[in-house]
């Protein structure tokens, strides 16, 4: 029995990650069910056994979405040693992460307010993490003497900035070249070796 359970659970994480892979690259408001499961040559019943609607359903990727990433970014920041270096890290992570989002997804993902939702929640957890690791780079000496909650402060201003797609209009980045362009610039003005 527990066999099945494995196999259904892992069912499901390949569905799911092949419906972000989807979502990712065409975005979701005009696909429904139906086309949705074409694409992944499954059943609609199939679908329905993940979430009730197709609403529920790309809510659930999304945060699925979401949630890899998170756990992939944070592996990565688990790597490094050097503070700079886990700011870095931590922002390129974020950055590489929604790489590979299309601009149709990221449309949707903005007009869909369950999904912004989800998108600013993520945001918001993210320049708490930022704070948090500039703050241990103070306290070890690798950053200088900066305030550290203003400088978070900043992270999380341009992160909601690129987050609410402002940055893209205003400088034709997108949200991942924005994201590498923050870590450049942050932890190039708190270093403690450019005192």
Not at 31 to 59: F, H, I, M, N, P
Not at 138 to 159: H, I, Q, Y
Request: aromatic content about 6%.
């Amino acid at each position: 029995m527990s066999d099945n359970t494995g196999f259904a659970t892992r069912r499901r994480g390949d569905l799911f990650d092949a419906l972000v892979r989807l979502l990712l690259s065409e975005g979701f408001a005009h696909l429904g069910v139906a086309e949705l499961a074409s694409a992944l040559r499954c059943s609609k019943s199939t679908l329905y056994t993940l979430a009730a609607s197709k609403e529920q359903l790309v809510v659930k990727t999304v945060t699925h979405f979401f949630r890899t990433a998170t756990d992939q970014v944070e592996a990565r920041v688990a790597q490094q040693t050097d503070a700079r270096a886990k700011v870095i890290t931590y922002l390129i992570a974020v950055g590489d992460a929604l790489a590979p989002a299309s601009g149709a997804f990221m449309t949707d993902l903005h007009a869909y307010e369950p999904t912004r939702e989800l998108y600013e929640r993520n945001t918001e957890a993210a320049t708490v993490r930022v704070g948090e690791l500039i703050t241990a780079g103070v306290a070890t000496g690798a950053f200088r003497d900066v305030n550290a909650a203003f400088a978070a402060d900043l992270a999380a201003s341009m992160m909601t900035r690129i987050q609410r797609r402002d940055v893209a209009v205003t400088t034709g980045l997108d949200d991942a070249e924005a994201y590498r362009q923050l870590a450049s610039i942050l932890t190039g003005g708190i270093d403690a070796r450019g005192e």
